[in-house]
């Protein structure tokens, strides 16, 4: 997979784990879920369909949420030269919308945000990768 393709890759399953953390996903809330986050990552610049991305990761058995977490923001910071602060600010966006779809947000799932925002607010893309993507 590419640098960017990668980054999508960590959001989805950080966003996935995010959507499981009150339990387990039910097929409605996959149908909304895949939605919402096909919706938010769109971009008609990217060489991938962000759709198929979504339903791997979902078809996936997924892991607790601090392993999740951990790997999400170790594949971030890997491929953080493509991460452009609109990308930033779509992800943010995304975590919170996935926690917002099914209200109300619980205090773990606003943690794990307010936790990603500090950790990401430190992940320093570079123009000269990014500015390459449109995203």
């Not at 039910?26 to 991305?53: G, N, P, S, T």
């Not at 999400?72 to 926690?99: C, D, Q, W």
Request: charge should be negative; proline fraction near 4%.
């Amino acid at each position: 997979m590419t640098p960017i393709q990668n980054l999508h890759y960590a959001i989805g399953e950080l966003a996935c784990a995010l959507a499981s953390v009150d339990g387990k996903v039910q097929k409605e809330e996959a149908k909304k879920f895949h939605a919402m986050m096909a919706a938010e990552l769109r971009c008609k610049h990217y060489d991938f369909d962000i759709a198929d991305i979504i339903f791997t990761i979902m078809s996936l058995d997924r892991l607790d949420i601090e392993t999740t977490y951990n790997w999400a923001m170790k594949e971030i910071r890997m491929n953080g030269h493509y991460l452009s602060p609109e990308l930033k600010e779509t992800f943010i966006r995304l975590l919170e919308k996935v926690a917002k779809a099914y209200p109300p947000v619980t205090n773990e799932e606003q943690s794990i945000i307010d936790r990603f925002k500090a950790d990401i607010a430190t992940v320093k893309g570079d123009p000269v990768y990014y500015g390459k993507q449109h995203v």
